[in-house]
């Protein structure tokens, strides 16, 4: 089932006609719409003359997240005021947030690219679609509300938080389809099934805002009864609706006919071939608000563009890796938090719960791997908890390069998390920094 089939499906060098086209377009208006690009593409000697392959967007210079902040709150809209329909901002904790604008004709692109991805999916205008995302000025709920209005779902917006009603409603409502960070459908999991709840009309699991390893999916499916999908987004570009995996799950169709995509080496920002690895960088063709050519999105993928088996041209992302920025930098060696999910994977007796605390002892910095036991009792038996505390380690030491201390620790006892997970309390330096 598609949404717009004719897109979804377009042969891709009409596909890649209308990028050229729609490059053109954009990076002419934002010349003439936005002071800072003005600047950047007069100083770069750019226009949209310039731009005669999709290749020449490499003349063009990266935006990034700290040219969006230093234009606070609205310098780089694109249309006065009076034409911007809505705002939301980025979920960062610290400073000032990354705030983005929409016109009413991006809103309605908006919400046509969340039905692309939710009816990939498998959602239906049959379904009804409990929203479990924090409303407000976070991208998550209003995105998906919209997308699954528009094409035709009966939507519950529960917003995040007070899980037991949401059980609660989920049981009345008979709600079909859960929207929610992985996080928090995992503790939502846990809980129906301490309550023994089994009478749940769970179908699909649309889960974005952040990433979710293996482990965390099936377990997830099992509790929940669901099949469960990734979609992915950013605030800059639009918010959820940049891609999404179809039933296939074998990478998530990006909507190339408004965001176009590229991979580039994060140290040297030099373009990467095809196929390789690195940091996912996105030009948005048809915003009219808040236009952004060439964003650093600091996430890391790789793209395949052979056609999907649900018949979807539309290039594929691979499962985001991680953040260049989530990098931690322990004892000199780069550790990135999903090299230590997929060290745990797989391992019995350990739940899907983690956190790393990293600290710094007597100038040396020491990472300390916390895991939670699913089984209380193996708490009491001394040797087979250290066994497995070894077993963990040499597996860290085998992936990361480093000795990490492990701790099992009780199970229920690590938090539990509404919105986005955050796993990593770095205890160096003055300013305790935790991050996701
Ligand atoms: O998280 C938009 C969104 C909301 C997407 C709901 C999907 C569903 P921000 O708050 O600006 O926007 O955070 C964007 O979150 O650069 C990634 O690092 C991370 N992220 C978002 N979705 C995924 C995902 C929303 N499916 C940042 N897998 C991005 C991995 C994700 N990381």
Known sequence: MYWQKDIETMKRSDLERLQLERLRYIVDYCYNNVPFYHERLKKAGVTADKIKTLKDIEYIPYTTKDDIRENYPFNMFAVPMRKVARVHASSGTTGKPTVVGYTKNDL??????????????????????????????????????????????????????????????????????????PSYALYLGEVIKEMGIDDLKLRVGLFG?????????????????????????????????????????????????????????????????????????????????????????????????????????????????GRSDDMLIIKGVNVFPSQIESALEGVSHIGPHYQLVVRRVNARDTLEVKVELVDGELLEKFSELEQLANMIRNRLHSILGLDAKVTLVEPKSLERFEGKAKRVLDLRGENPKSEC
């Open 209 to 321: 805002g952040e990433g979710c390893s293996k482990d965390i999916r099936e377990q997830i499916e099992k509790t929940l009864g669901l099949f469960a999908t990734d979609n992915y987004g950013m605030s800059e570009i639009i918010g959820p609706g940049v891609s999404g995996e179809c039933q296939q799950r074998c990478g998530l169709h990006i909507n190339e006919d408004h965001f176009l995509p590229e991979i580039i080496d994060s140290e040297t920002g030099q373009v990467k071939e095809r196929g390789e690895c690195g940091e996912l960088v996105v030009t948005t063709l048809t915003k009219e608000a808040f236009p952004v050519l060439r964003y650093r999105t600091r996430d890391i993928t790789k793209l395949d563009y052979d056609t999907c088996k649900c018949g979807r041209t539309l290039v594929r992302m691979a499962k985001v890796m």
């Open 108 to 181: 309605d692109m908006w919400a046509d690219t969340v039905a692309r991805i939710c009816v990939a999916a498998g959602a239906t205008e049959d379904d009804i679609a409990q929203i479990s995302f924090g409303y407000g000025l976070f991208t998550g709920a209003l995105g998906l509300h919209y997308g699954l209005e528009k094409l035709g779902a009966c939507v519950v917006p529960v917003s995040s938080g007070n899980t037991q009603k949401q059980i609660m409603l989920m049981r009345d409502f008979g709600t079909t389809l859960l929207i929610s960070t």
